[in-house]
């Protein structure tokens, strides 16, 4: 299932029945795409072959309310990157979650492990979650959202 900061509609459904279940969750784009990760500034700094040049939250009048720049002075603020911070909000959501961020770098790689060892406290996650804007344009166009989660158990 798809679970970030800034796609948790599965939270009060299915994550609630899988844990009920026993069930562990695989949340893949735990980055929000590359939203969380503050490398993404513009549909400019995408590859001309991106398929997010495509995706309505990357759409230039959507892509500048959709990033989260609280939250990246969050993580500066704890000395941690913005896409060890992301992860580490999801693997704070249980130890039946397992998030898998796309990494085509070893670099990223062992970026991305590091979020493992970031503490976060009930009043950081708080701060965390309020800093992420309300998302501007569907998760998918609207072609391909008939075939995703939305909100039903």
Same mark, same amino acid.
């Given at each position: ?6 796609? +948790? ?9 899988? +844990? ?131 909100? +039903?158990?």
């Amino acid at each position: 299932m798809e679970w970030s900061l800034n796609t +948790r509609d599965i939270e009060d459904s299915v994550a609630k029945t899988a +844990r009920e279940l026993g069930v562990g969750i695989v949340a893949y784009s735990p980055l929000g795409r590359g939203l969380l990760t503050g490398a993404i500034a513009s549909i400019e700094s995408l590859d001309a072959k991106d398929w997010r040049k495509g995706n309505p939250r990357f759409a230039a009048e959507n892509l500048s309310k959709n990033i989260a720049i609280d939250f990246f002075a969050i993580a500066k603020a704890k000395g941690v990157t913005p896409a060890q911070l992301a992860l580490a909000w999801v693997l704070h959501r249980g130890d039946d979650v397992v998030p898998i961020p796309g990494t085509k770098s070893q670099a990223r790689l062992i970026e991305n492990a590091g979020a493992a060892t970031v503490q976060l406290t009930p009043d950081e996650i708080v701060a965390i979650e309020q800093s992420i804007p309300e998302q501007v344009g569907g998760r998918y166009a609207d072609a391909e959202m008939s075939s995703t989660f939305q909100g +039903r158990a």
